[in-house]
């Protein structure tokens, strides 16, 4: 194991010669990517993987869990169901039927955890390996916010088109947006997004500013000028250099981000601020 304090950058970075998994060499490309996101994530996650509910989470569960749980990674089959699946069975099965799924505002009780319990919005995403079967379940858990006046009415799932030349992040992205309850189509290249946004009325561009042929700015220019209402989010790895005269508004997002960002950035272009005249 990793000395404490030490962030895992990989499956690599653990000893496993002990575990019912093996060595991560011999993991399908699956499970090892969704482990990776998994350990490099700060946000508190599990990773359940086959039907025998083998078991692996990053740090922060485990610090949120508890030494009760073991040490992690994990890797192994838990005596008892963990909190967040066992109170989210339904929202676990959906994901198991390949649905991502997303249980807000459970109360998670951690036994032997000095301040674990609390309550927590999780997303469950359906991880899949060859053949599209669905062979593993991720489940992340965010701090649910606390309730100081009535909710502000919904304003429903929206249609957002994914702009990412790297397969496994388009991927990634796109199944969070489904867990948060969105629609998500996921494209490679400007022409693609071009072609689909031609064919077909989306809410929000989420483009990746460095893209092949053509700029992420570039691409959205032309897409709020055939749709003015369109909103804008751009993942850049380059901070806001590139974004310093763009003339419509955006949201940005600074790679990598977190999912609680993600999800403000949702919030913030699904009830826009009323522009002043």
Request: hydrophobic residues 45%; negative net charge.
């Amino acid at each position: 194991m990793l000395d404490p304090g030490r962030s895992a950058h990989s499956s690599s970075s653990y000893d496993w010669s002990a575990s019912r998994l093996g060595e991560p060499q011999q993991w399908p490309q699956a499970l090892r990517l969704a482990a990776d996101v998994m350990f490099n994530t700060p946000l508190p996650m599990l990773l359940v993987w086959g039907r025998d509910m083998t078991m692996l989470f990053n740090d922060a569960y485990g610090a949120l869990a508890g030494p009760a749980y073991g040490r992690a990674p994990g890797s192994g089959v838990p005596p008892v169901m963990p909190p967040p699946l066992a109170v989210a069975g339904d929202e676990l099965r959906r994901a198991w039927s390949g649905e991502a799924a997303y249980a807000p505002d459970r109360n998670l009780m951690f036994a032997g955890s000095a301040g674990g319990s609390g309550h927590y919005d999780l997303y469950f995403t359906p991880v899949r390996a060859d053949g599209d079967a669905v062979a593993g379940v991720l489940c992340a858990l965010a701090p649910a916010a606390p309730v100081t006046e009535a909710p502000a009415e919904s304003a429903g799932p929206m249609r957002i088109l994914v702009v990412e030349d790297n397969v496994d992040s388009q991927y990634l992205v796109c199944e969070m947006l489904r867990a948060f309850g969105h629609e998500a189509d996921g494209v490679g290249h400007p022409n693609d997004a071009l072609a689909r946004l031609a064919a077909g009325q989306y809410d929000v561009l989420f483009t990746d500013v460095s893209l092949p042929g053509m700029s992420g700015v570039d691409l959205a220019r032309q897409a709020v000028t055939q749709a003015p209402s369109m909103r804008v989010i751009f993942a850049s790895g380059y901070g806001d250099t590139l974004l310093r005269h763009v003339e419509f508004p955006y949201l940005s997002l600074q790679k990598p981000y977190e999912l609680d960002q993600l999800q403000q950035a949702l919030d913030k272009v699904a009830h826009p601020l009323p522009v002043r005249t």
